[in-house]
């Protein structure tokens, strides 16, 4: 248990304090309300254990480095589905005729799993406190991204806060929609990877030492192929530890040269444009900027503020700084299709019928067809890719596995060949 100071207000607006010893924040608040008063502050009590919220030995992870305790207790950002469900829930209730406080109250009841019951009774007690939903969202970074927050903001602004929570639903379930393709395109390829080197490691570690045994027992000259592969073998067995050490040396060389500007543009340009993935990974990026600042310009956001929030989400540094200088000029004044256009990372359809949009007054519109566009190119893309990947895994694992075979098998046709000529 932990101890939780509280300040609340009676009916009659006097106010109260007290300590409460209860589980975590969120209970503090409902015995509050229990108590028949109007929550203004709760808190961690000074010298009290505060449990964590993340579950699991809140006095074990007391003993832990504050570096393990970050790694291990920290507070995880939902996935897109769970985000979608929150949204959607919300909608839901204050369709239903609810008031804001009495929603965010029910939600902090029902189970939204991925995001703890104690953010939804933050969210009330933020709004309560007089700051609008928008603003008790941009204090939980970790849960809400500036998408949610200037969405919502705008949807504050304009009144139609329920029909941009059904929005933001619908844009987080389409990205994981991707997100979810993707995955599934890439599970036969890897298990057939990961079954090849096991295959491999297990026959070089355990299966050919046995078979040197034999070999060195007979004394016969052993082909050059038998010869190479028990040196690999000796490599494996005798040296592990350095291959191991040269492999960890290689990682993390390349993820401090990929956490460098320089390095991640390098890496994301290489995938933007690599042989059979770049396509796939160009689709996708396309795909998920035009939603985005579709979504964002849909719902009223500032053509400089969607651009800088899109600019934050999408994952790939090269179109970073192509949106980075497309701001610039926008700020100038500029349509945003000009300065796309001179960023030459942008297709030439998507400058197209951005100038159109920009023509007729309809460039949401113009980013989301464009969007839908991009993810039926994608899905299509993704069998492609897989369709192409898979036979290629298999007739390089069969070749690894085929050059095993011959190697041992030459050798004991050879010792079989010696020992009929004896």
Same mark, same amino acid.
């Given at each position: ?77 939902p996935k897109l589905q769970e985000l979608a469900t929150f949204m959607r829930q919300l909608a839901n209730l204050i ?20 995001? *703890? ?91 050919? *030492? ?213």
């Amino acid at each position: 248990m932990a101890q939780f100071s509280y300040r609340a207000r009676r009916k009659d607006g006097q106010v109260v304090q007290g300590v409460l010893d209860v589980s975590d924040r969120s209970a503090a608040l409902a015995q509050v309300e229990r108590m028949g008063l109007f929550p203004v502050a709760v808190e961690a009590a000074r010298g009290g254990a505060a449990a964590v919220s993340s579950g699991g030995g809140g006095g074990a992870a007391s003993l832990m480095p504050a570096a393990l305790r970050e790694m291990f207790f920290r507070q995880r950002p939902p996935k897109l589905q769970e985000l979608a469900t929150f949204m959607r829930q919300l909608a839901n209730l204050i369709k239903a005729g609810m008031p804001l406080t009495a929603a965010l109250n029910s939600m902090s009841s029902i189970d939204s799993k991925g995001i *703890p019951k104690s953010v939804s009774a933050q969210l009330k007690q933020e709004v309560m406190e007089g700051r609008s939903l928008s603003g008790a969202m941009a204090k939980q970074p970790v849960i809400f991204s500036d998408l949610c927050v200037n969405m919502i903001q705008a949807g504050e602004q304009s009144g139609a806060l329920e029909n941009v929570l059904r929005r933001l639903s619908t844009h987080f379930e389409r990205f994981a929609e991707v997100q979810s393709k993707f995955i599934s395109a890439l599970i036969y390829p890897a298990m057939v990877m990961a079954v090849g080197i096991i295959i491999i490691v297990v026959f070089m570690t355990v299966m050919m *030492p046995k078979f040197m045994e034999i070999f060195a027992g007979m004394g016969t000259e052993l082909p050059a192929a038998t010869k190479f592969l028990m040196d690999v073998s000796d490599l494996f067995t005798g040296y592990w530890w350095l291959l191991a050490a040269i492999g960890l040396s290689i990682y993390i060389v390349f993820n401090r040269y990929r956490a460098s500007d320089r390095g991640r543009r390098v890496v994301d340009g290489w995938r933007m444009n690599a042989p059979v993935v770049g396509k796939v990974v160009q689709l996708n990026l396309f795909g998920q900027f035009c939603r985005t600042l579709g979504t964002l310009l849909q719902n009223g956001v500032p053509v400089l503020n969607a651009l800088k929030i899109t600019e934050q989400i999408i994952p790939n540094s090269v179109i970073k700084d192509a949106l980075a200088r497309t701001r610039d000029d926008v700020t100038d004044g500029k349509t945003i299709a000009e300065p796309l256009a001179r960023s030459r990372v942008f297709p030439q359809m998507m400058i197209d019928l951005l100038k159109i949009g920009e023509e007729t007054g309809d460039v949401p519109g113009a980013l989301n067809n464009l969007a839908d566009t991009y993810e039926s190119d994608l899905e299509v893309g993704l069998r492609v890719m897989t369709n192409l990947i898979e036979p290629v895994m298999i007739i390089v694992i069969a070749g690894f596995v085929g050059f095993l075979m011959y190697a041992v098998l030459s050798a004991m046709f050879g010792m079989i060949n010696s020992i009929s000529a004896g």
